[in-house]
């Protein structure tokens, strides 16, 4: 059994930092965006049972917008934004990601760091143990960590407010902060028209692909696998429906 969640895979991109960053630039994360094969992520390491993302959300979730295209895998783009940006020859970047030994979590942030180096950028991709990720994440202090790993984690509640909230100024020690962006959050917080409030949504999903925030890879999925003689086995976000399930002979 295959089941998808609103969780997307992705790398922060902070722009909330002390020092100067090209990170601040949007030229810069969207070039980071062009530059990662995100097909070859879903079809080599997640054995095509995840899709593509097009923004922090996946179909079926409150605000996501069906008009938005993933970023394509185009390196040539992805160099000319980086000229314009004023990084002709690159930048170094250190990502942080959560320790994950092992899983295809592991390899798809190998390929992401692959992918950019091979467009000039200076990679170090570092595991973060999860009580030091954990930590670092709360506060904000990310040290010398130049992005992170983060999910865009829209469950159980399957809307876009929430992983909007975590990549905004209204997060407390935010690490993402667009005044505009923030302003229209709040707004969708207070429209009581459900079609209202989703379209409001749906046009902050369109905005913030444009601020890239994130180099945003994949969906994710819980597996799972049930005998034959096991009927009605459905899987939620949060595990199995267990009440539903019928024993056979």
């Known amino acids: 059994h295959v089941h998808s969640v609103s969780q997307i895979l992705s790398i922060a991109l902070p722009n909330v930092r002390k020092e100067d960053s090209p990170l601040k630039s949007s030229s810069v994360r969207k070039a980071l965006n062009f530059a990662v094969d995100r097909q070859s992520i879903a079809k080599h390491i997640f054995g095509g049972l995840v899709e593509v993302a097009s923004q922090g959300a996946v179909a079926g979730t409150v605000g996501f917008n069906p008009q938005l295209e993933p970023y394509p895998y185009d390196p040539e783009e992805a160099r000319r934004l980086l000229v314009n940006a004023g990084y002709p020859n690159g930048f170094a970047l250190t990502i942080g990601v959560l ?3 092992g899983s295809g979590l592991e390899l798809a ?23 030091e990720f954990l930590r670092r994440f709360m506060s904000n202090d990310w040290g010398d960590y130049d992005a992170f790993s983060m999910l ?53 999903m369109a905005r913030t692909k444009e601020l890239a925030p994130a180099l945003w890879l994949t969906n994710t999925v819980h597996l799972s696998a049930s005998n034959p003689r096991v009927k009605n086995v459905y899987m939620e976000s949060d595990g199995f429906r267990f009440e539903d399930m019928v024993i056979g002979h």
């Open 99 to 101: 320790q994950a030994a």
């Open 109 to 131: 942030y190998q390929k992401v760091g692959q992918d950019l180096t091979a467009l000039g950028i200076a990679v170090e991709v570092r595991a973060v143990p999860s009580a």
């Open 152 to 204: 865009w984690n829209n469950e159980p509640m399957r809307d876009v407010g929430r992983a909007l909230e975590y990549f905004s100024c209204l997060r407390p020690q935010p690490f993402f902060c667009n005044n505009e962006i923030a302003e229209a959050i709040q707004t969708s917080r207070e429209e009581l028209d459900p079609e209202k409030r989703k379209e409001i949504l749906q046009e902050i």
